[in-house]
């Protein structure tokens, strides 16, 4: 049984179906990419999935249980964490800070604890920054976990968005476009990361991503999406060679889809 | 000229030199407000002392040492001998509870909520109805109170009204967020805007048909709490340093003094510790960005419920507190010009900074029951002496009475507000982060 299994999901604004009858599943351990030209439908996908959007059709199961009808919240509490498509971090609080809002479904302290600072809260803070150091270590971000998030450089903050994802200690990660901007070499090193969750954290990874370069360097397969539905999946390998997939792209101008949104 | 000054200030705050300073101020302070009670420029002086303390390097038990000798021994006696001064210190510590209940919902849930007197009046009039005779007087119209009317509770009971005030008001702050919480931004500040309205209207109206609030003549007299021998002790013990014998007056100013002292310290430490938690952490992010939030698990109403219920309390218990010391409420008390003057004193201090709003409130209460009350006094000397405005040669005796800067609050808060935003939006005190211990700053050199 699949650890995510979408059925016929369809999601419109007004007159735009963005989203049509996605029937696709991710299997768990793998890495599994979504690609498609812009404004095809993957984001929608996404924030379908996630609780942001109800589907006007079909269903969602993560876990075997359906993810239809609960709140964003609520389907991060089953453990699905994500990252944005345009980096969304909390600006004016701390990197270590960031991380820490990503444990709150785990952090089990309440208003009481806090307010007499209990010898639980103690504890569970100090625990959390420690976890959260090593998270830090784990992307790749050194001495910074004292700056304000809103001020580390484009690549740095990519990996406190991962860092703060990871917090969550997710079952299912969810990436957008995640090395979007990123130069040769910082794409490179994405890559080793998101292996790296998933062979040492056991994380399975679900991604949209547009270079090409990353898809076929890490995905273990992939599915396509053009207006809104899926036209082709399968290994890297059946991609490059499917004749849809290359005239939906090429067809619709590959410098499009090369065109790296930040 | 500006390195100048901050090179003057650099040097000034090493080594000994902030220790001196902070001394000279108080001893100064404290010597010029003893022999000249009236004097605004001295009581200035003194207040300079915590301003020093807060920002300058000092050692933190020195810190604490004169913090608490200013606030323990000197205030209270110079607040004997011009008891003006204590009303101002109670005044700036009631507000300074409210605007770090606001700071929560405003600062760091980033709420916008313009009704947040509302709460104030809610653990006033609470206090204000059970601790009168208004119980008894439910069903005789406002004015008319029969001479036989009793107190309905001891007095004693105001100490649990200072809880009940938080509780209620986290009630109303919850009762008011379910429906309210689901606009966002400016439809938030409407709403809650007329909520606040609602209240005061409430306590304005509701004399009839049960006489609940006494209608726009107010409720008193309401019970004070019977001071203990302890206090009564305190009050001779201070005898020899204030001249006379304390009078009851004053024992109570004192009294209310240092529960409001009590309570604004307790409301520092709880927004202090919340802030620094998984529930402050929520607040902020949701302020930040609530898609990112909410996708972190982050229950946004019901985080959102929790900000307007805790920063509610604060107003509940100083409205309880309001009500015993001045024994009087009335709907006027409560308008909305006070939500607007709490949510300056927080810009002022800065948005989100602990240490901001409290001295925005006490900045704006010093301002406008203090500076601008002078000012108009001056004016007025100024009227009745034969000078004249130089260059122009009018006569002040001329100017229109209408004139009175003390009617000026709303101006001064519009000002404040409008030059804060625009030149300085974080305030006078920005909100930090805490830096905390990383232990990997030192393998990077
Ligand atoms: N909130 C919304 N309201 C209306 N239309 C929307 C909304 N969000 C997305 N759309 C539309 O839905 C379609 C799919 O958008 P989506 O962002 O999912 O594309 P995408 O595949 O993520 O593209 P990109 O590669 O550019 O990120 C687009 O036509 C977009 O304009
Ligand atoms: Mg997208």
């Known amino acids: 049984m699949a650890l995510l299994q979408t059925n016929n999901v369809v999601k419109r604004f007004g007159g735009l179906t963005a989203v049509n009858k996605m029937t696709f599943s991710v299997e768990a351990g793998k890495i599994v990419s979504i690609i498609g030209p812009n404004g095809a439908g993957k984001t929608t996908f996404f924030n379908t999935l996630t609780g942001i959007y109800t589907p006007e059709e079909g269903q969602i199961q993560f876990k075997d249980k359906s993810l239809l009808g609960l709140r964003p919240d609520q389907v991060a509490a089953t453990g699905i964490a994500r990252t944005f498509q345009n980096i969304r971090l909390f600006g004016s609080m701390t990197v270590l800070e960031n991380i820490l809002v990503g444990m709150h479904i785990q952090l089990k302290q309440g208003a009481v604890d806090t307010i007499f600072r209990s010898k639980k809260f103690n504890e569970e803070e100090k625990d959390a920054e420690n976890r959260a150091k090593d998270l830090m270590e784990y992307v790749g971000l050194k001495n910074v976990g004292n700056e304000l998030a809103r001020n580390l450089p484009y690549g740095g903050q990519r990996r406190i968005e991962i860092a703060r994802a990871l917090a969550a200690s997710p079952t299912l990660l969810l990436l957008d476009e995640p090395t979007a901007g990123m130069n040769p070499n910082e794409s490179e090193d994405a890559i080793k990361l998101f292996r790296r969750i998933r062979d040492e954290k056991g994380i399975t990874i679900l991604m949209i991503e547009h270079d090409m370069r990353v898809v076929m360097g890490i995905s273990e397969y992939i599915s396509v999406m053009d207006y809104g539905e899926k036209i082709a999946e399968g290994s890297p390998a059946e991609i490059r060679a499917d004749q849809r997939v290359i005239e939906a792209y090429l067809g619709r101008g590959a410098a499009v889809a090369h065109e790296q949104k930040v | 000229m500006n390195t100048f000054f901050s090179d003057l200030y650099k040097k000034a705050n090493t080594g000994f030199w902030p220790v001196v300073i902070a001394f000279a101020f108080l001893v100064v302070g404290t010597i ?376 000026y609050q709303k101006l001064v808060f519009g000002l404040i507000l409008i030059l804060m935003m625009i030149f300085r939006p974080s305030g006078l005190i920005p909100a930090a982060r805490r830096q905390r211990e990383l232990g990997d700053e030192k393998e990077a050199e």
């Open chain 2, 32 to 407: 010029s407000v003893y022999l000249n009670p009236r004097s605004l420029f001295a009581f200035l002086t003194l207040l300079t002392t915590p301003v020093i303390l807060y920002f300058m390097k000092i050692d933190t038990k020195v810190k604490v040492f004169i913090g608490l000798l200013l606030l323990i021994v000197i205030l209270p006696v110079l607040g004997i001998r011009n008891i003006f001064y204590l009303e101002v210190i109670f005044q700036m510590a009631v507000f300074s509870a409210l605007a770090l209940g606001l700071n929560i919902v405003i600062g760091m849930a980033g709420l916008l909520d313009l009704g947040y007197v509302a709460f104030y009046a809610v653990g006033a009039y609470a206090w204000a109805i059970f601790g009168s005779k208004q119980m008894s007087l439910l069903h005789s119209i406002p004015g008319a109170a029969p001479a036989n009317a009793e107190f309905f509770l001891d007095a004693r009971w105001f100490w649990l009204f200072i809880f009940l005030g938080v509780g209620l008001a986290a009630l109303m702050g919850i009762l008011l967020g379910l429906p309210v919480l689901r606009v966002k931004g400016d439809y938030l500040a409407i709403v809650t805007l007329g909520f606040g309205e609602v209240i005061r209207v409430l306590a304005l109206n509701l004399d009839k048909p049960l006489n609940l609030t006494n209608g726009p003549q107010g409720i008193t007299p309401i019970q004070r709490p019977p001071l203990p021998g302890v206090v009564q002790a305190l009050g001779n013990a201070l005898t020899p340093l204030v001249g006379h014998v304390p009078t009851e007056a004053e024992i109570y100013n004192v009294f209310f003094y240092f529960l409001a002292l009590i309570i604004i310290g307790i409301a520092i430490v709880v927004a202090t510790r919340l802030e620094d938690s998984r529930i402050g952490r929520a607040w902020t992010a949701i302020r930040e960005d609530e898609t990112a939030a909410i996708a972190m698990g982050i229950p946004l109403v019901k985080m959102k419920l929790a900000a307007f219920a805790a920063g509610a309390s604060f107003a509940g218990a100083m409205g309880a507190v309001y009500a015993a010391n001045r024994t009087f409420v009335s709907p006027e008390t409560f308008s909305f010009q006070v939500s607007i003057g709490v949510l300056t004193m927080v810009i002022l201090g800065g948005l989100g900074s602990i240490p901001g709003v409290i001295f925005g409130a006490s900045a704006v209460t010093l301002l406008n029951i203090q500076i601008l009350q002078n000012f108009s006094l001056y004016l007025s000397d100024l009227r009745q002496s034969d000078a004249v405005i130089p260059i122009i040669n009018f006569p002040w005796k001329n100017l229109s009475n209408q004139l009175d800067p003390a009617k």
